[in-house]
């Protein structure tokens, strides 16, 4: 089992920035493939992006460049950076993690990933 523990959600001013923060821990390996999900109130929960342990991401098209993702395999820790926050960001932001994967892979859909995180919130004033 792989167990992920999101932070660093909160209340923010449209037009702001937060970083978001998800440990991994149990069972993680070189092959963790890692990504970060939305889920808006009353809608399904959107992939945003996702990263592979070498490195390579995968990015929903229409973030244009406001979001980033990062991890540090030393840590066993994904991050998401969103710089110019919209109300339309409003929502639960997840981790996820698939095991598994090669090194270079970088899973980019709900059904490819294994474990998920609590999820920590995100408001966005406008």
């Known amino acids: 089992q792989v167990q992920l523990v999101e932070s660093g959600g909160g209340l923010v001013q449209a037009g702001g920035s937060l970083r978001l923060s998800c440990a991994a821990s149990?069972?993680?390996?070189?092959?963790?493939?890692l990504g970060w999900f939305h889920q808006a109130p009353g809608k399904e929960r959107e992939f945003l992006a996702g990263?592979?342990?070498?490195?390579?991401?995968i990015y929903y098209a229409d973030l244009k460049g406001r979001f980033t993702i990062s991890r540090d395999n030393a840590k066993n820790t994904v991050y998401l950076q969103m710089n110019s926050l919209k109300p339309e960001d409003t929502g639960v932001y997840y981790c996820?993690?698939?095991?598994?994967?090669?090194?270079?892979?970088?899973?980019?859909?709900?059904?490819?990933?294994?474990?998920w995180g609590q999820g920590t919130q995100v408001t966005v004033s406008s």
């Open positions: 996820a993690a698939r095991r598994g994967a090669s090194m270079t892979y970088v899973p980019s859909s709900r059904d490819e990933y294994d474990f």
């Open positions: 990263i592979s342990w070498s490195g390579g991401r």
């Open positions: 149990g069972r993680t390996s070189s092959n963790l493939g």
